[in-house]
């Protein structure tokens, strides 16, 4: 009898554990060794399998005379995207120190409030910010674009923040004070090292949402502001032009590179504090 329940435990692990994890990774992964092969394709439009192996499309993306709206497009995304992670660093750092000094019947009385911009459908909130700007008498613009990010994305970093600040001694923050540290003095050399960790992984997290996003951009961005996303979904409609995939390919190195480099930093940052 032991025996049968131990081939059942080890059927079912191999089922759903080696079986269904490994499909989920390779669903993960398939599309994205997808991309990566159809950037090097040497024929004129996308397929998959490519008829022959190039860099002539990363070349024509590089080229400024071929690709000058890519390029204008690309550091649109990034300027966005930059200004969004340092404006969610103002403000949800701030806030998730905070709501770790709260009660904890005031914390969760107030943080579904924090959070209702991440819950909330993006479309929903681009609708309504559109709405609310235009009968103030103003349109869309790149500083709108910016604020807009801001508010959608500033809860992923605050999440991250806040599992960082709840496990901050407010002993250390005491024990400087005492010793004769003025309170700005205390938060930069003592909290906001400790809250870093967070911050990096939300900032992280922050970045790639918002040179992702189409919504809260296809709304509030005027026509002069164009980013990647949309460049790429317009490529995709007039021509399935190959230099989407090698952006796309461009877009999952740097994407790892940073990963690779946020992980690196946590540790290092961690270690400086002890």
Request: aromatic content about 8%; proline content about 6%.
């Amino acid at each position: 009898m032991r025996d049968i329940q131990e081939k059942i435990s080890n059927a079912s692990y191999w089922i759903f554990v080696v079986g269904l994890g490994g499909f989920a990774v390779f669903y993960m992964i398939a599309p994205i060794s997808i991309a990566i092969l159809m950037s090097f394709t040497d024929g004129a439009t996308l397929r998959f399998p490519p008829e022959g192996y190039s860099l002539r499309w990363y070349e024509a993306l590089l080229d400024s005379a071929r690709s000058e709206p890519i390029h204008t497009a690309a550091m649109n995304s990034l300027s966005i995207a930059g200004l969004t992670t340092l404006g969610a660093l103002m403000v949800a750092v701030p806030a998730a120190f905070g709501m770790a000094r709260l009660g904890q019947r005031t914390a969760t009385t107030l943080e579904p409030i924090l959070l209702a911009p991440l819950v909330l459908p993006s479309l929903v909130y681009s609708l309504a910010a559109l709405l609310v700007i235009s009968n103030l008498g103003s349109g869309p613009s790149y500083g709108y674009v910016v604020a807009g990010h801001i508010v959608v994305f500033a809860p992923l970093m605050y999440r991250t923040s806040l599992a960082v600040a709840q496990q901050v001694d407010p002993s250390q923050e005491e024990a400087s004070t005492t010793l004769g540290a003025s309170r700005l003095r205390t938060f930069l050399r003592v909290t906001l090292p400790a809250l870093m960790p967070g911050a990096l992984a939300g900032g992280f997290l922050v970045f790639m949402q918002s040179m992702d996003n189409v919504s809260v951009t296809l709304f509030l961005a005027d026509p002069k502001t164009t980013v990647l996303p949309l460049r790429m979904f317009a490529m995709i409609e007039e021509s399935l032009d190959p230099r989407v995939a090698a952006i796309s390919g461009l877009l999952i190195t740097a994407t790892i590179v940073l990963l690779i480099i946020v992980q690196r930093l946590i540790p290092f940052v961690r270690g400086r504090r002890t």
